[in-house]
Each structure stands twice: as C-alpha cells, then as structure tokens.
C-alpha cells in the first residue's frame, strides 16, 4: 500500500505514444479475431424497445433487468424549456487516503518546456500508417444473437455483392495503404499481395477513385512537413486546395481542412506568417469557453448526432445503479456547462420507489472568469431548479468557482456526511492535460473527497504526441469519421453543419496541426492513457454493467444514422465509435 500513491514522473505524450498504438499491420485481419466478444443485449430479458418511437419518448433507467412495467416515461404535457425542451424531455428506459502516503509535489503530465516537434526519421510514416490498427477493429451487432462480433473492415467494403460505399475512414485507409505500398522499401516483401486493394483501384467508383487519390496527396504533403521539407511540401498544397471543398463530400471536406492547416503550419515554419500574427488569429474563438454555454449549433450537434446522448445515458445508468440504496445523493460535475444530464437522472430518480429520494444535490464546478463562469453556473442551477421543482424532485444546486483550479480545495464543497457522493466528469479532464499542475489538484481534491464512483466521458485519439506526423495520421482518421457521421446525420447545405466543421472541427484540426507547444490546446489523450494517470490515485476500473451497454445501444437506435455506431470493449469502458473509428470512451472509477 505504501507503494501505491507515490507518485513517479508522469507524461502524457510519452505513455500515450507507448501505449496508443497498435501492434497490427492494419491489413493482417487475422489478428481482429482476438478481439473481446461481447454480449450487448439479453432480448428476451429487455423487453420490446426497439419501436420507431422518437428518443424523447421511450427510455429508462434500470436498476435490474427490465420488463415492460420498468419503462420510466413523463407524460406530453410536461412544462417545456425554450431551447432545451428536446433534452429536458429525454427519457429512459431506466476509503479513505492518508495524505501522508502521497507525495505533495506536483508533477507535469504535459512539458511544456520540453514539447519540442520529434522529427521523423526515413519511413516513420509509413510505420505509423502500418501501425494504425486499433481504429480499423471493429464489432457490428447483428439482428440475431445480440453478439458483437470482430469483423474485416475491408471485407465490409470490398464485397461487390453487398455493393457498399466506402466511409471517409475507408477512403483514408485505402490511400494510407497505396501510401505504404509506393514509399516503403518492405515492398518487395511481398505484404502489398495480402491487401485486398494492391496497387490498383478495383473495385472503387470514380468518385472513390479521385477522393484516393486526394487523400494520397494530402499524406504525400504530411510526410513533407514531418520530413522539414517545407518547400516540396508546398508544392503539393495547390492541387489539394483546388480538388478540395468545404462544401463537397466528406473526404473533400476533410481535406479542405487538413490542408489550410499543413499551409498554416508551413508559413509558421518558414516564416512567412509570425508565430506572434497566428496566435492572435486563433485566440479570437475559445473552444473551450465557448462550449460552456449553448448555442444552436451545439445544440444541433448534441441532437443530431449520436455520441453525446450515447456517452450521456450510459453515464447516468452508472450512477443510477451505483446509488440505487442512497436517499441523499451528491454529484459533483467537473464542467457543468448547463447539465442536460441531471435532467435525465431526475426523470430516473423521480420513478424510483424502492428507495425514495430525500435529496439530490448538484455542485457545478467552474473556473475561469469568476464573474462569466458563475452567470452560466448560476443559469443551469435555476433552470435545473425549476426542472426539478415541475417532477417534484428534491433538489438543491451548489456552485464552485474558482479562477485556478489551482485555488480548488476540499472545503469549497458543502458535503453532508449521511450523502452519497459520485463525480461526473465528461470532457472536463481533456482541456488540463496541458495544466498538468491543474489535473493533479482536482484528482487531489476528488480522492480527499472520497466519492463512491467517478464516471468519466473523455474523447477516445490521441493528438497528444510530440510526433507530428503521428498527430497528423490520428487526427485525420478521428476527423475523418466525424465528417462522414456528419454527412449521414445532417443536411449538406445546414448553417450548423457548416459552423461545426469549419468553427469547431476547423479550429480543432489547426490547432493539433499547425500549432505547438502551449498554443497547441487539442491533447486528447485515449483510455489507457487515463488508465495509467488515474492508478497513481488508488482508482480502479469499474466494469460497465450489462445495463450500461443495453442502454448505450439503445439510445443508438433512435438516430436514424445509429446503425454505423460501433462499440467496443477496452478492458473494462465501453469504447463508442463510428463505422469502427473510436470517438468517445466511456469508463467507471472507484478508489480503493
């Protein structure tokens, strides 16, 4: 035990670099049977919620296996809430640490000082292409069974038969393959016969064809830039520009953007734009403050696309059941923003009946301008005080601002020793990799705290290595999949979709590109990253319930485009993808 919370040097870009590769070639499909087969559904336990009705209408909560009586649903005429009245009516289907033993001082999990550009050397990337491999595994959920199964992603998309469109990903991994095959010297070694594309095109459309070869371009360009070859690089960017659209298909799209930010990233390098003229250009949109209240395009971005309400319900059937015994129930959000989810949980908690709810209580935390934060703390609180007030829930809502997370301490909460405290943390951890003084306070603070279970929603790639050819590969393929569930589940010619892609994903993408040190924000880290973090605080991995994944399932089949949605099983969090590219993870914490 005396062991266990002393704290050794921590760095994120350094594990995440060691442990969020895959070992697989990605075209050696033998190796995605090993995947863990799960079983995500109980059919003839559940019940029938597998209607068309609208996903407002027909979700719960369970605390054990459900029937039909178990379905947790409002009536019609609820009181509406302006813009949030599609969210306020989601429904569902229903020890202590000894400080001693831990070290005080801080310890960086981002260098800064040290976040130097790691240069490729000769073939680098084509090894990183090579070992792209976890984002191609993927499990598909037939119709019968209820199994997910490991399936060949290039089977999917290479049978004649079934006449399937390839996805962005697919392009990108077709174009990453003749990438291999015409600059790696292991050609020769025969590895080109056993992918299913070889050098030619058969079996592509002429559409898939050009978007290839764009796709091929783009890399060609990346590999230019990792190489310090700025000027060979440049010379590629004209006829990606000009064969690009932000108002094409998905890969066009994608494109567009990876190549403003290899351009942007080239003039920084070469001089051409200052580092000092590009800083002031990206500081004029704040993701991170932005996203703290809504707009309609986040609020278009949470309905019509799936990951949100996924990650979302999942978390909220984790803490159902992790309190189902508790009268008085604490959760502390780490970024509240206006806490759609406590809607859901009081929907769940006002049908409880075994054991009758006293109280549930809600601290938001926040940080940043004291005077901003706490306006938008202060909103969600009211609105959530009057949402809980139409159920006849007892509720009562706490806020926490700070200008440092720096400045959180244990005594800022108001903590009422017959309450059961949980912590909801979704997306909140991501934006301090970089403060890595900051991450450590607050999981200081937690553990002193004590909660019986932290939920966790983080964003599953990795654009935190010092590679920046690395980066640029994950990044493509996590953007990549993003357009093309955009593509699927928005209008082309929609206002929000083109806001979100060149505001949010624009602003996402340049930034993992073009940017480095303290201005490069965007350091998503994937779960085993966290995992390794997260053990040097005593918490252990929590295994998901079969609830949870019914639930997660089940709120994908309301999207009309919820078929493409994809989970997977790592280690004990449930991994939400698109067409088999993680997006989301969603993980359960306990401290022991």
């Known amino acids: ?99 001693q033993l831990c070290p005080t001082k801080v310890l960086p999990l981002c260098d800064i000082e040290n976040d130097r550009q790691f240069y490729q050397t000769p073939l680098a990337p084509v090894e990183i292409l090579k070992n792209y491999g976890k984002g191609f595994k993927k499990l598909l959920l037939p119709d019968e069974g209820k199994i997910l199964h490991p399936v060949n992603d290039f089977g999917l998309v290479t049978n004649n038969q079934n006449e399937r469109k390839l996805s962005t990903a697919d392009i990108m991994k077709v174009a990453g393959t003749r990438f291999i095959q015409s600059s790696s010297e292991s050609a020769s070694s025969g590895l080109i016969l056993n992918h299913p594309f070889g050098f030619s095109f058969s079996g592509l459309s002429d559409g898939e064809k050009e978007d290839v070869s764009l796709a091929e371009s783009l890399l060609a360009c990346a590999e230019k830039v990792g190489y310090q070859q700025f000027e060979r690089a440049r010379f590629f960017l004209p006829q990606i520009e000009s064969l690009s659209s932000k108002t094409g298909n998905p890969v066009k799209r994608v494109v567009h953007y990876f190549a403003e930010a290899l351009r942007q990233r080239i003039d920084r390098e070469t001089g051409r734009v200052s580092v000092k003229n590009m800083q002031k250009a990206e500081s004029l949109f704040n993701p991170e403050e932005d996203t703290k209240d809504l707009n309609p395009t986040l609020l278009a971005f949470i309905e019509d696309l799936p990951f949100c309400k996924i990650s979302m319900f999942t978390c909220v059937q984790a803490l159902i059941e992790n309190v189902k015994d508790a009268k008085k129930i604490h959760v502390i959000d780490l970024e509240i923003r206006k806490g759609l989810q406590w809607t859901i949980l009081m929907q769940a908690l006002q049908s409880r009946s075994e054991c009758p709810l006293e109280l549930l209580k809600i601290t938001g935390i926040a940080s940043g301008n004291i005077d901003t934060s706490k306006q938008i703390v202060e909103e969600t609180g009211k609105r959530l005080k009057d949402f809980a007030k139409s159920l006849n829930v007892p509720f009562s809502f706490e806020i926490v601002v700070v200008s440092d997370l720096l400045h959180l301490r244990e005594d800022h909460f108001k903590i009422d020793s017959e309450e059961t405290i949980a912590v909801y943390s979704q997306y909140a951890l991501r934006n301090k990799i970089q403060q890595s003084d900051q991450l450590e306070t607050i999981m200081r603070v937690i553990r002193t705290i004590n909660p019986i279970v932290m939920v966790v929603i983080e964003i599953e790639a990795n654009h935190n290595s010092k590679s920046f050819v690395t980066r640029f590969i994950e990044a493509l393929f996590y953007f990549s999949a993003f357009f093309d569930c955009i593509e699927d589940c928005m209008k082309g010619d929609e206002e929000n979709r083109m806001i979100l892609e060149s505001k949010y994903f624009g602003h996402g993408i340049r930034n993992t590109v073009a940017e480095e040190g303290v201005e490069r924000k965007s350091r998503n880290v994937k779960i085993d990253v966290w995992r390794a973090f997260f053990s040097r605080f005593g918490m252990v991995e929590t295994k998901l319930s079969m609830m949870c994944l019914y639930q997660a399932e089940l709120v994908a089949k309301r999207f009309a485009c919820g078929n493409s949605c994809t989970f997977d099983i790592n280690g004990e969090c449930l991994v939400i993808g698109w067409k088999g590219t993680p997006i989301n993870s969603v993980s359960v914490w306990k401290f022991i």
């Open 1 to 99: 035990m005396e062991n266990l919370y002393k704290f050794g040097e921590f760095n994120f870009s350094a594990v995440e670099d060691k442990l969020s590769s895959s070992n697989d070639i990605f075209w050696e499909t033998k190796k995605l049977t090993e995947i863990k087969s799960v079983q995500f559904s109980v059919a003839e336990n559940l019940g029938d919620f597998n209607g068309n009705e609208s996903l407002c209408s027909n979700f719960g909560f369970f605390q054990d296996y459900p029937s039909h009586e178990d379905e947790f649903l409002l009536s019609t005429d609820q009181q509406k809430y302006q813009d949030y009245e599609t969210f306020d009516n989601l429904q569902f289907d229903m020890v202590n640490f000894d400080e």
